[in-house]
T-cell receptor, first 119, second 113 residues
């Protein structure tokens, strides 16, 4: 499967600041990447679909002006949490869609996640 | 709206036992279903992917079945080992395009040595 990295693995920031999280597909050119959020003891919730060269598609209830997504290349998508607040503290995970070619048909491969703590 | 439920929420068994983890989904119009493993504070590792036209998939000691019409999937773990301890997540894809997944809350599994 695809190898996906995220940076940073954890970050602590002050309330009101912005934080950028990177998601990289190391061995696969990904037209589509996804961003998920996971609160403690909860499941992963899809936030948005990141499409290379076009605007991201956000799930209902996710503020697009707060969670800025940029998918400038086939191997990199970034999520910027703007004016972060304590309630934004969560585990953010990205995934890469494998497409419809090859062995991994329409499969998703996940990064290791980024733990965000907003003080 | 698709909802995915996993039962049990937690399970603790002695090493060597065979296990069955259950997953159910409310909308049977899924494209495929994936089982993942998540270790504490870590990302997800894909275990098995079942396309909607398939009934089961096997990988080593793991076997996943899918009954799309009844909205159910099971993950069977044979001869469990302490290293199998993790949270197991079930997720469904709603369409054939590049679409996100809807996850269950997971089953927290502990295998006692």
């Amino acid at each position: 499967g695809a190898v996906v990295s995220q940076h940073p693995s954890w970050v602590i920031c002050k309330s009101g600041t912005s934080v950028k999280i990177e998601c990289r597909s190391l061995d696969f050119q990904a037209t589509t990447m996804f961003w998920y959020r996971q609160f403690p003891k909860q499941s992963l919730m899809l936030m948005a679909t990141s499409n290379e060269g076009s605007k991201a598609t956000y799930e209902q209830g996710v503020e697009k002006d707060k969670f800025l997504i940029n998918h400038a290349s086939l191997t990199l998508s970034t999520l910027t949490v703007t004016s972060a607040h304590p309630e934004d503290s969560s585990f953010y995970i990205c995934s890469v869609h494998s497409g419809t070619a090859g062995k991994s048909y329409n499969e998703q491969f996940f990064g290791p996640g980024t733990r965000l703590t907003v003080l | 709206k698709q909802e995915v439920t996993q039962i049990p929420a937690a399970l603790s068994v002695p090493e060597g036992e065979n296990l069955v983890l259950n997953c159910s989904f409310t909308d049977s119009a899924i494209y495929n279903l994936q089982w993942f493993r998540q270790d504490p504070g870590k990302g997800l590792t894909s275990l098995l992917l079942i396309q909607s036209s398939q009934r089961e998939q096997t990988s080593g000691r793991l076997n996943a079945s899918l009954d799309k019409s009844s909205g159910r999937s099971t993950l069977y773990i044979a001869a469990s080992q302490p290293g199998d301890s993790a949270t197991y997540l079930c997720a469904v894809r709603r369409s054939g395009g590049a679409d996100g997944l809807t996850f269950g809350k997971g089953t927290h599994l502990i295998i006692q040595p």
